[in-house]
């Protein structure tokens, strides 16, 4: 069993800048591939970002490739979405999730667990 806690949402301009974070407990952290989504209203949950067990591949979206970095500390159990030139579009609640020994997947059905979401709004 894995518990997922995200922070680090809020709101900023649009070119700013937002850090965010998702600190995990329970056991074999490490692992975990770990996945970063985002829904905006309206709309389906989407992929973001994800990060293989050992943290040496990382996959992005298209829409944010060259903007966000995905990046973990197994130590710390911990998985971080470094966010930059952020633009309105952007703006959704963005969910951190686990997949068990999985290769970083892009599908929402491929992860057995999910964090509570944090809020990220750009405005124009």
């Known amino acids: 069993q894995v518990q997922l806690v995200e922070s680090g949402g809020g709101l900023v301009q649009a070119g700013g800048s937002l850090r965010l974070s998702c600190a995990a407990s329970?056991?074999?952290?490490?692992?975990?591939?770990m996945g970063w989504f985002r829904q905006a209203p309206g709309k389906e949950r989407e992929f973001v970002a994800a990060?293989?067990?050992?943290?040496?591949?990382?996959y992005y979206a298209d829409s944010v490739k060259g903007r966000f970095t995905v990046s973990r500390d197994n130590a710390k159990k911990t998985v971080y979405l470094q966010m930059n030139s952020l633009k309105p579009e952007d703006t959704a609640v963005y969910y951190c999730?686990?997949?068990?020994?999985?290769?970083?997947?892009?599908?929402?059905?491929?992860?057995?667990?999910w964090g509570q979401g944090t809020q990220v709004t750009v405005s124009s």
């Open positions: 329970g056991r074999s952290f490490s692992s975990y591939s």
């Open positions: 990060i293989r067990w050992s943290g040496g591949a990382t």
């Open positions: 999730a686990a997949d068990w020994a999985g290769l970083g997947s892009m599908r929402v059905n491929e992860y057995d667990y």
